[in-house]
């Protein structure tokens, strides 16, 4: 199979569209991550994602819809302070899970009756699900365990010969995925963090809670990024406290091969001051968000070992950015 890189047109949106209804994939733009798109009503087109992935089939998918779906098809309860927070945040990088009306592939959900919706910002993507007119799951578009994709070629880099069409929609400005928030209960749960914090949430509808993983036997998780190692390099990784700078910077000392350190901006200089190759994730929140996933990759690239320090900063949406990492890359204290 020839893999395309296209950018979006009326031709290629048409091309897209074909492509979903026959059963195929086609990935496509977020503002968050690229998607690895197919039609959610379809069972072997949905089947086909966690093939072409290599994902688990206990990890749910987001059917992802435009702003203008009628949402009463695909969920069976719509509590006020959930549409309080459409309303606020979408489109935008908020996934909402409700129950289910149970008209999308069982494979979705993974069995379960809830359902996990989310309404992207992203112009292409839009343009791409107004085309359609259906509910398209898209998980990033990336291997299992990979790091995500922030653009075509990151998409490329993975599945060249695996599917036909990348839809090209630029660099992501998000980064990281899209916080998923559980709207079944009376209260919001905060399932994955990201760049809506559960701070943002509880300041519309007055409360939210944040989900701590204790599954008991035979428990199916409501939301992707909850479980596994994910997002991954494919070279060493060590994760350090930022505290233990100087313990890092010994440790690259000693490092075999070509090493690299990410890191916020304020510390590149103790490293570069040591001959060491330094990936900036730079100094704000919004930048290190941006550009975790792109230097994930680049490590991947230029080095054997990435020596990875958290930023300072713990609270907001570096919730989501230290999420990401930590999954990412293995501490330190695992490895001793």
């Not at 996990?116 to 578009?141: C, N, W, Y």
């Amino acid at each position: 199979m020839q893999t395309e890189i296209k950018q979006i047109t009326p031709q290629t949106l048409a091309e897209a569209k074909h492509i979903i209804l026959t059963g195929g994939v086609v990935a496509i733009p977020t503002e968050t991550v690229y998607g690895l798109g197919g039609n959610a009503f379809d069972d072997e087109a949905v089947r086909r994602i966690f093939e072409v992935k290599g994902r688990p089939n206990d990890n749910p998918l987001i059917a992802h819809v435009h702003s203008d779906y009628d949402l009463s098809k695909i969920i069976d309860r719509d509590p006020p302070y959930a549409q309080k927070l459409r309303e606020t945040f979408l489109p935008g990088p908020l996934t909402l899970v409700y129950p289910s009306t149970g008209k999308v592939s069982p494979y979705v959900s993974c069995g379960l009756n809830t359902l996990a919706v989310r309404i992207p910002s992203h112009t292409g993507a839009q343009a791409f699900l107004k085309e359609i007119d259906i509910p398209i799951v898209a998980p990033s578009a990336n291997l299992s365990k990979h790091v995500s994709p922030t653009s075509a070629q990151h998409v490329y880099d993975d599945f060249a010969g695996k599917i036909p069409l990348i839809l090209d929609g630029g660099v992501c400005v998000g980064g990281i995925e899209s916080t998923v928030c559980d709207v079944t209960g009376d209260v919001p749960v905060v399932l994955r963090p990201g760049l809506i914090t559960r701070e943002m949430i509880a300041a519309v509808v007055g409360s939210c809670e944040e989900y701590v993983p204790d599954l008991k036997k035979g428990e199916k998780v409501k939301s992707p990024g909850v479980l596994y190692k994910h997002y991954s390099p494919r070279c060493k990784t060590v994760l350090y406290a930022c505290e233990r700078t100087a313990e890092a910077l010994e440790f690259c000392r000693k490092a075999e091969g070509k090493v690299a350190v990410l890191c916020e901006e304020k510390i590149v200089e103790a490293f570069s001051k040591a001959g060491v190759a330094v990936l900036s994730l730079g100094d704000t929140e919004t930048e290190m968000a941006n550009r975790l996933y792109d230097l994930l990759r680049e490590a991947e690239r230029i080095c054997d070992t990435l020596i990875a320090i958290e930023p300072q900063k713990k609270d907001g949406v570096m919730v989501g950015v230290l999420n990401r990492l930590r999954k990412a890359c293995v501490s330190v204290d695992i490895l001793h």
